[in-house]
């Protein structure tokens, strides 16, 4: 079963490109997820917008065919909208990939292109605020080795 929503960040720096993401999801085309699928995005847009901290601290662990360094958890703080730290969550050292794991704005973005690719999405959602704390994604059921998840801790505000 397909569920996603969406949800942008105060600072609006997405709100374009989703809110047209929202649209064209809500029209009849090829890859447009479901009505409930389509509720589920704009109540979680919704809720992130009028909950949304602009300065907070999470951890972000993501899950894929991909090197040790980018798998383990990462502790995220943003101040104003702006990411100014990411420390592996374990041992507090300094994340330092070339792969830089998504913000929540971000990971909403990651969330509305792949709806609209029409990959596989499954996401969970914080009661409270609204932002992911778990999504799966499968770009192609029939390649394998493509998934990808994220799982969020509670976001922490600051």
Request: proline share 9%.
């Amino acid at each position: 079963m397909l569920r996603s929503r969406v949800t942008i960040g105060r600072s609006g720096r997405w709100r374009p490109l989703l809110l047209g993401a929202l649209m064209l999801a809500s029209c009849n085309g090829v890859t447009a997820p479901s009505q409930a699928d389509t509720r589920d995005l704009s109540n979680a847009l919704r809720q992130w917008l009028l909950t949304a901290p602009p300065s907070y601290e999470l951890t972000m662990t993501v899950k894929c065919f991909c090197p040790p360094d980018i798998t383990r958890p990462v502790r995220v703080t943003v101040r104003d909208g702006s990411v100014v730290s990411r420390h592996y969550a374990d041992d507090g050292t300094p994340y330092l990939s070339r792969f830089t794991p998504p913000t929540v704005d971000e990971l909403f973005e990651v969330i509305s292109r792949a709806t609209q690719a029409g990959a596989h999405v499954e996401a969970t959602y914080d009661p409270t605020y609204g932002h992911p704390r778990a999504v799966f994604i499968d770009g192609s059921p029939r390649v394998a080795d493509d998934e990808t998840w994220y799982a969020l801790s509670p976001l922490r505000p600051l």
